[in-house]
């Protein structure tokens, strides 16, 4: 499976770089191995807090009392979303794949924060629809594109 390739991270570019020692060359090998494993780990932790925290914000926050269609509430779930998906992605990959190669660690950051910006582009995406297709006081976040 490639599923790292939408990371933007290259196997080929970690692995090579441990040619030379043949049991960092496998401890890389199984690093990377150990990191695509996860791919779909990663995809479910953006996909989840992306459409679980939009749909918060719309649904129960929003009708909960109070002035809750300020914008800045609207940021503020989006806020948690991106910092939840890169801890949580972090996480998830300092558990199962420790970084002790050199390199290893700057690749599970980067993972971890691309992951992050995902989860922000689906947010904005159910925050879009919902309030396309939805009757709601929440914030019109659709309006800022049109």
Known sequence: MKGLAVYFVSKNDFIS????NDSLYKQAKTFWKHLEGLSLGYYAIAILLGIALACWYYKPFNESPGR?????????FLILAVFFAAIFTFVLEFVVAKPQLDGALG???KVALINAVYTVVLYLLVSILWCVSNKTNAYPFYKIFM
């Open 68 to 76: 809750h269609y300020l914008p800045k509430y609207w940021c503020r």
């Open 17 to 20: 770089q441990f040619k030379e």
């Open 107 to 109: 690749i599970e950051i």
